[in-house]
């Protein structure tokens, strides 16, 4: 983060989406560079009294996996300062 020099970095995240009746799971996985991965988790349930459009519990359950690997992550960053400074954190917020 710090420096004159300029890098770029990649990592990659898939989405995997599993629909069973009125239930959709889904899975976001971030791979980056070390060869490490963090995984979240969603799920979606259609109301029985609502109308089944799978669109919408793919997108539901897509954004709480994502939600779930992004508080993984800021955990993991927050871990990582406090192992590094050996001083805890006191405010990192999504």
């Given at each position: 983060?710090?420096?004159?020099?300029?890098?770029?970095?990649?990592?990659?995240?898939?989405?995997?989406?599993?629909?069973?009746?009125?239930?959709?799971?889904?899975?976001?996985?971030?791979?980056?560079?070390?060869?490490?991965?963090?995984v979240g988790q969603?799920?979606?349930?259609?109301?029985?009294?609502?109308?089944?459009?799978?669109?919408?519990?793919?997108?539901?359950?897509?954004?709480?996996?994502?939600?779930?690997?992004?508080?993984?992550?800021?955990?993991?960053?927050?871990?990582?300062?406090?192992?590094?400074?050996?001083?805890?954190?006191?405010?990192?917020?999504?």
């Open positions: 983060m710090t420096g004159t020099g300029r890098r770029t970095k990649t990592w990659n995240a898939e989405i995997s989406i599993v629909e069973s009746g009125s239930e959709v799971q889904a899975e976001a996985r971030l791979r980056g560079k070390e060869g490490g991965q963090i969603g799920t979606a349930r259609c109301n029985p009294t609502d109308e089944n459009v799978p669109a919408i519990g793919d997108e539901l359950a897509t954004a709480r996996a994502l939600s779930d690997l992004s508080h993984q992550l800021l955990n993991r960053a927050a871990h990582d300062i406090e192992v590094h400074t050996s001083r805890p954190v006191e405010r990192l917020q999504a």
